[in-house]
């Protein structure tokens, strides 16, 4: 394999949002009803009908409501992907990553038990749930940010600013060069968004989800503690 020399900053300058909004008190989004906020008429994949489906732990009540309304989906052309309650296909299974095999609090010191991987964007970056507030877990990093929002002001945040509230830039250069990004497929980037080289260019490629996001984890839990600036060697085999 070959080696790559890279270095990591103490955050991800590529993937700064600047619109996230004031923190809230969780206590203002605690047990709210689910409105749909999300135009599903320009969904890219719609999950199955749930049926008897169940997930080992009981659902939080506002995902219960979404769930109600569609089982879930991926939309913006790729750019946010909230998974559902079914066994096939496994990329879309809340259950594979919540509690399953790659449950994401054994991938990621960070991630608590409780906290519900609900949605994931075209990257690989997890939304969480924990306790009615929505969580970013940045992928590469492995460090969780409070996006101060509960599921409703989430949904209504993606659906009027997608491109700035998902940060769709990467996505929008992807299909301009290879078109659409198909359901079941994040996007790979190198050099990783959390080096400096990153700013100078990155190429992208679309792998499996759940490939990707074993990769993360690995990635995040090998750099998790280097300090700030230190050059790593990533072997490509």
């Known amino acids: 394999g070959n080696y790559f020399p890279w270095s990591v900053p103490a955050c991800c300058p590529s993937r700064k949002n600047s619109c996230l909004p004031e923190m809230m008190d969780p206590e203002a989004v605690q047990g709210e009803a689910v409105c749909v906020m999300i135009d599903l008429s320009k969904a890219s994949f719609i999950g199955p009908e749930h049926g008897d489906a169940r997930t080992a732990a009981p659902l939080p009540d506002e995902l219960g409501d979404l769930r109600s309304h569609a089982n879930g989906f991926i939309t913006f052309g790729g750019g946010l992907h909230v998974r559902g309650v079914c066994e096939f296909p496994e990329w879309h299974s809340l259950e594979r990553v919540w509690t399953g095999e790659d449950a994401l609090w054994k991938l990621y010191q ?61 996505l929008r250069q992807f299909q301009r060069e290879n078109g659409p990004l198909e359901p079941g497929k994040l996007l790979s980037v190198y050099p990783p968004l959390c080096t400096r080289e990153a700013a100078v260019g990155v190429s992208l490629k679309a792998v499996s989800t759940l490939e990707r996001i074993r990769f993360l984890a690995d990635f995040a839990g090998q750099i998790s503690t280097l300090p700030d600036g230190t050059r790593v060697r990533l072997k490509v085999t």
């Not at 960070?110 to 970013?136: C, M, N, T």
């Not at 992928?139 to 998902?166: D, K, V």
């Open 110 to 170: 960070s991630v608590q038990p409780d906290d519900v991987p609900f949605a994931q964007d075209f990257l690989g970056d997890q939304f969480l749930l924990r306790e009615h507030s929505v969580l970013r877990l940045s992928g590469e990093t492995g460090r969780i940010e409070h996006m101060g929002l509960g599921l409703n002001g989430f949904l209504e945040s993606a659906e009027e600013n997608p491109g700035e509230f998902l940060a769709l830039n990467l």
